[in-house]
């Protein structure tokens, strides 16, 4: 698998987090913080980056993994500048005590609701002004076909409640919710499994 390995790439792909994906946790660590978790996916053997281009600029990704244990590992071998880009954050109660929701959530809890898939879909997100032209769907089918390639059969998406655009689209590739779930205390998500045959083309 082809890794891309250029930290302007990965700086481009925290903006285009920052702009378009909400609710906005992981956005509030800096975009140092989010340069660094996509390169760590990136490194990640488990995981995967992958980019939508047009126009000669990068205009959408998806970022997937088989478990978010290994991406945790890759920051990880680079702690001096995963302590500097989360330095500020440590020091604000409310956004440490996310960040521990999300390592708690991260290690799963098999004693309550259905057993669901370690993959998942991570994030994806398309620049506004190249949407409509099939990035998002082509971005999705691709991620499947990696997990397929990896003999995965299904893999998790977890969308939360409000975000209604994001459940039309998940549903329109064929993912079926299957349970909700509370990463951050007093904010339900949904949890979407999408099997790994072909996603569906979607409709326009």
């Known amino acids: 698998m082809t890794h891309v390995n250029d930290r302007v790439v990965y700086r481009r792909i925290a903006e285009l987090h920052a702009q378009n994906i909400d609710p906005g946790f992981l956005s509030s660590l800096g975009p140092g913080f989010l340069s660094l978790l996509y390169q760590a996916i990136d490194e990640c053997p488990e995981s995967t980056l992958i980019l939508a281009r047009e126009q000669g600029r990068i205009v959408g990704f998806v ?19 995963l302590s500097l880009s989360l330095a500020p954050s440590l020091l604000i109660p409310r956004r440490l005590l996310r ?7 991260s290690r799963g809890n098999a004693e309550e609701g259905p057993k669901l898939p370690a993959a998942e879909l991570l994030s994806i997100a398309v620049d506004p002004a190249f949407r409509g032209r099939g990035h ?27 975000l209604a655009p994001a459940h039309r689209f998940y549903r329109r590739m064929g993912a079926e919710p299957v ?10 998500s949904v949890v979407y499994v999408q099997q790994c045959r072909e996603a569906s083309p979607g409709r326009p």
Not at 136 to 162: C, N, P, W
């Open 179 to 188: 349970a909700e779930i509370e990463v951050h205390q007093g904010a339900r």
């Open 63 to 81: 970022a997937g993994t088989q478990g978010m244990r290994a991406v945790y590992r890759q920051l990880l071998g680079h702690w001096p500048r």
């Open 99 to 105: 960040i521990i929701e999300i390592l708690r959530y």
């Open 136 to 162: 998002a769907d082509g971005l999705y089918r691709q991620l499947t076909a990696f997990f397929a390639d990896q003999g995965l059969t299904e893999y998790k998406i977890v969308v939360g409640a409000a």
